[in-house]
């Protein structure tokens, strides 16, 4: 392999492995390396969530366009777990942890928003919609452009987990009382799931930092119960998705 080739192997392995452990793979060809197949482990699962967080709230969101509707979808919740998402983003983007370890709370914020614009578009709140969006770009500008201490964003983040439980809890409420998930998208739900169980893992190789660890492992606990939910109302909501389909007929 000549030196050009090289370097641009190095510079795309060093996304996913750090400048020691490219070396003890692919230099001293040691491959029994503990804590370097950790860490490397936990930089591929984070540019995997990162990959995946492009997409898992699309199913949700093409769900409410395509119904014109957010009926079941609880705005207070949309707008809990917004706000415990760009809480976690704004710490570890001052922090300077590696985007790794966090670049899917950025994807996720923009496309829970979108979530809360739509439900308050299609139950004609047009200029509520719109006011949500611009209130949300102040909030995220105050948190990250340098107008927020360090020490406030501490304190917003060991609250995150309270705000993450009532945010879902609130979700599994509204979902209790109406006997079904309403136009919460499963794929959506089990994304979010499975990502929050990895960011365990890769929160503990990657920042250390428990209160971050702590936010996902709270997280993990009630996305299973809104993933309970929907398997346990599965055959409610067939029901109602075929009314639907009746009535447009």
């Keep these: 392999m000549n030196s050009t080739a090289y370097n641009i192997f190095r510079q795309a392995a060093l996304f996913i492995l750090t400048p020691k452990c490219f070396d003890n793979y692919f230099i001293d060809f040691n491959f029994t390396d503990g804590p370097c197949f ?3 482990l936990s930089k591929a699962l984070g540019v995997f969530l990162i990959l995946g967080s492009l997409l898992v709230k699309v ?6 366009f395509r119904n014109k509707s957010g009926s079941g979808i609880n705005m207070f919740s949309v707008t809990l ?3 415990a998402i760009t809480i976690h983003m704004a710490y570890n983007f001052v922090k300077e942890f590696p985007f790794s370890s966090w670049g899917d709370t950025l994807f996720l914020a923009v496309q829970t928003v979108i979530i809360g614009v739509l439900v308050l578009w299609y139950n004609k709140a047009t200029i509520q919609s719109l006011l949500y969006l611009i209130i949300y770009v102040i909030v ?3 948190l990250m452009g340098g107008l927020t201490p360090i020490n406030v964003l501490w304190s917003l983040t060991s609250v995150n987990i309270v705000i993450v439980v009532a945010g879902k809890g609130i979700q599994a409420w509204t979902n209790y009382k109406n006997g079904n998930t309403g136009q919460l998208a499963a794929i959506t739900l089990i994304m979010l799931f499975g990502g929050s169980l990895a960011r365990i893992f890769t929160s503990i190789q990657e920042t250390g930092d428990p209160i971050v660890i702590f936010t ?4 993990s606990s009630v996305n299973a119960l809104l993933v ?3 398997v346990y109302y599965w055959n409610s909501n067939s029901k109602q998705e075929k009314r639907k389909k009746k009535k447009k007929q």
């Design 38 to 40: 950790s860490a490397t």
């Design 59 to 64: 199913p949700q969101i093409l769900k409410i």
């Design 81 to 83: 777990d917004l706000a």
């Design 140 to 142: 995220c500008y105050v």
């Design 216 to 219: 996902y492992i709270a997280s």
């Design 228 to 230: 309970f939910q929907l």
